[in-house]
């Protein structure tokens, strides 16, 4: 508790983390800093003390959040300064990224970068003065080149107490600034002499292989992947890359046959690469959020749910398209995580993250950074137990006795003698080396992965596991595990069927727990409880993305009944309705009072745009419902970032799909008849066995459940569900096809 006195008169702060559901902001709970909640309660609180706002955000499987916690939080003379001079509040990003968001935004701005923990000092206003990341504290070694936190907290509670009219004045100017930089998705509405109906213009094709020359300039011929270190998949870039071939033929031909292959080969070269590197676990299953390194091998440990539940369905996109065996694996080892624990939530859905960091072994209490994933040479060796199965297996793995793991990417010297797995021999090499067969090799591989796995669990905690369960990411993981359900049902029907249990189950989940059937709306968050944070705009496209795959996995009307009632909620509560010029999906709802800024953004990132996703959303459920209000909104959603598309078109390979369905529509199948039919199976084995970017299913009779949908559509109405027929529909006319010829029919190559 601490004591001070203010403008206000004194205030005294007690640290309130365990009021607190997130684990990560309870892990704060022992700190002598006073932390607060972001409520009502403590905004008004500055207001009424005129003290600034130490706004410090991050999440669990942040390593640098742990690390500053450590050095400042803990440190008793940072806690003085804080509770003295500072209304200091530790926020959970992944609950609330609508703040989060808006103090990036002002750190990236203002700096140049970004990153967590988010540290911003934020007036009573709540508009932003000063930020940054990680600072050290007093302790640290990285304090000797000064910029310190504690030398910025003087400064700051100085600069507030002495020169306070400066102060609010520069942070309005940059509040100012940001509010315009936050009119990113107005600019097309906003120009002079655009009225509504020039708005319904197509956006152009070319925008494509626009999009696709920022790739391929930047591409890493050696390793995959784009630019530099760090890398990071962005598994929303790399799908745009790797769809561009299985598009209506119209996009091949205005793309060119050469880029569409090019594309493909740098998405395959990349995934190689990633699977065999240091950010997939080599024992367990999963991907780590990103390589520190340009080649893979070293990984920032955390495992995320997003991540991982975008990187199923681009595994399974690229086996289905190059069937390279390797993708195949890891389609099922990226399942094999999201459905067993611990990111399997016994409650039905998925928990949200892995820490970076963990205890060496049971015996040790400090945690350290990749603890659980890396190996010293000799433990290698004592876990496989068997000096010539070891022998080969290190150098398959590249395990060395001096450990792989440069100095200048070990800044703490955590990781010093010690190896990350990463496959740096092929099996032919291994077994020509050894003088072993390919198949005595792939039997050693997966004999000691066995060693190893066993090994760790017995002598190693586990990270610490965020266990909430957000509802934009379950809805990630849903639509990726339904479609992995659909395309494996013929070749593996037992894990075909566990995947979409799974995937159920966490619909079923959310809708109990986070739905409110009458008001139609979401919370985001539930850990101990539904949270109280509203579900904001990614929330509801993810989850009906998620929902329209489960529909064509199950055929099951359920779930295009609750996508139709969410995508209107989106639309009621998010929406730029304002004029017939604007058009695209707010981030929060109207009138949050605690957010600064309320913004539109569909810039794809480490998790796909909410706007990129809710017009493929829009397009999807205007085919399969014969709502042209939906697709008409599609088409007005891409048209308000127009501007920064033509500018930037790489930075939105989201909204890419809806400048193709915008100029060509997205075609319905409509599949009917009995289970038994041969034609009905063959075509919808055939369909799951393509990435269709540009077309929907529809099942009528059979085992299917279509009796809401019927009503919905009347152009279904007049169907008789009972014959066998499969029809491709465009415009306002559907012809009657064979299964053989879908695959030409979809692709443009046959009339």
């Known amino acids: 508790m601490s004591s001070a006195s203010s403008k206000g008169g004194f205030v005294s702060l007690t640290n309130r983390c365990n009021d607190s559901k997130s684990p990560y902001v309870r892990s704060h709970a022992n700190n002598p800093t006073a932390w607060q909640l972001w409520t009502p309660e403590t905004l008004e609180l500055s207001k009424r003390t005129n003290r600034l706002l130490f706004v410090s955000i991050g999440y669990s499987a942040c390593h640098w ?42 750190l990236q701005a203002t700096t140049g970068g970004g990153g967590w923990p988010l540290n911003v000092f934020v007036t009573p206003d709540l508009q932003p003065l000063f930020g940054g990341t990680y600072w050290p504290g007093p302790k640290s070694e990285r304090n000797r080149q000064g910029g310190g936190f504690e030398a910025i907290l003087t400064k700051v509670a100085s600069a507030w107490k002495e020169q306070e009219s400066r102060c609010r004045e520069s942070a309005a100017n940059i509040t100012d600034q940001l509010k315009q930089f936050a009119q990113e998705g107005t600019l097309s509405g906003r120009r002079s002499g655009e009225g509504a109906e020039a708005s319904d213009d197509a956006l ?78 080599q024992v367990g299953h999963g991907f780590a959020r990103y390589s520190v390194t340009r080649d893979w091998s070293l990984p920032h440990f955390e495992k995320m749910l997003y991540d991982n539940a975008q990187l199923l369905p681009l595994f399974l996109d690229a086996w289905l398209i190059t069937k390279n065996p390797l993708f195949l694996d890891m389609t099922h080892d990226i399942a094999t995580y999201l459905t067993s624990p611990p990111i399997h939530s016994p409650t039905g859905g998925f928990h949200a993250s892995e820490d970076a960091d963990s205890a060496p072994s049971a015996s040790e209490k400090e945690h350290k950074e990749g603890a659980f994933y890396v190996w010293s040479h000799s433990e290698f060796f004592e876990a496989i137990n068997d000096d010539k199965l070891a022998k ?24 010093q003698g010690l190896n990350t797995l990463c496959v740096t021999s092929s ?72 995947y979409l249990e799974a995937a159920v189950s966490a619909s079923q989940f959310i809708k109990k727990e986070l739905y409110d059937p009458k008001a139609k709306t979401l919370r985001r968050v539930y850990r101990e409880g539904p949270g109280a944070t509203a579900g904001f705009a990614d929330d509801y496209a993810f989850l009906i993305s998620g929902l329209i795959e489960l529909y064509e996995a199950t055929f099951d009307d359920s779930y295009l009944q609750w996508a139709d009632e969410l995508q209107q909620s989106q639309i009621k509560h998010f929406g730029d309705n304002e004029s017939e010029t604007k058009g695209g999906f707010f981030g929060t709802p109207a009138h949050a009072p605690d957010i600064l800024i309320r913004s539109k953004d569909a810039m794809d990132n480490a998790e796909p745009s909410a706007n990129g996703v809710s017009a493929t959303n829009l397009f999807k459920l205007s085919a399969l419902l014969d709502d042209s209000k939906y697709s008409e909104l599609a088409t007005r959603t891409a048209k308000a970032f127009e501007v920064e598309m033509v500018q930037h078109p790489g930075l939105f390979t989201g909204l890419m799909s809806t400048v193709v369905n915008s100029n060509l529509d997205i075609k319905p199948i409509v599949i009917s008849g009995t289970e038994s039919s041969s034609e009905v199976q063959t075509a919808l084995e055939q369909l799951r066995q393509m990435v269709r970017p540009g077309s929907t299913i529809v099942r009528l009779g059979g085992d299917s459940k279509s009796d809401w949908l019927r009503q919905r559509n009347g152009l279904l109405s007049s169907i008789d569900q009972d014959k066998d027929m499969v029809q491709v529909c465009e415009g306002t006319s559907c012809k009657l096809v064979s299964a053989d010829e879908l695959s030409e029919l979809l692709k443009g190559t046959h009339v």
């Open 204 to 281: 152009e094709l070319e925008l494509l292989e626009e999009a696709y020359d920022h790739y391929y300039s930047r591409y890493d011929e050696q390793h995959g992947g784009f630019g530099g270190a760090p890398k990071f998949p962005t598994p929303s870039h790399l799908s745009f890359l790797l769809r561009l071939g299985e598009w209506d033929g119209i996009v091949k031909d205005v793309i060119g046959d050469d880029a569409v292959q090019n594309a493909q080969n740098m998405v395959a070269k990349t995934l190689e690469h990633m699977a065999q590197g240091g950010i997939k676990d």
């Open 427 to 498: 099996l032919k090499d291994l077994a020509q080396q050894f003088g072993e067969s390919e198949q005595e090799a792939a039997k050693a591989v997966q004999t000691g992965r066995r060693r190893l796995s066993d090994w760790r669990d017995k002598h190693r905690p586990r990270p610490l596991l965020d266990d909430k369960i957000v509802v934009s990411w379950n809805g990630l993981a849903i639509g990726g595990l339904a479609r992995a359900s659909a395309a494996l049902k013929k070749s593996d029907p037992e894990a075909s069927k566990k």
């Open 392 to 415: 080969i297996l290190a150098k398959y793995w590249n395990v060395k006795p001096d450990g792989n793991v440069s100095s200048k990417h070990d800044i703490q010297g955590e990781l």
């Open 65 to 106: 959040c742990h690390v500053m916690a450590h050095e400042s939080f803990m440190n008793d003379r940072i806690a003085q300064l804080l509770n003295e001079h500072f209304i200091p509040v530790k926020i959970d990003r992944e609950e609330r990224p609508d703040v989060d968001k808006v103090y990036m935004d002002f």
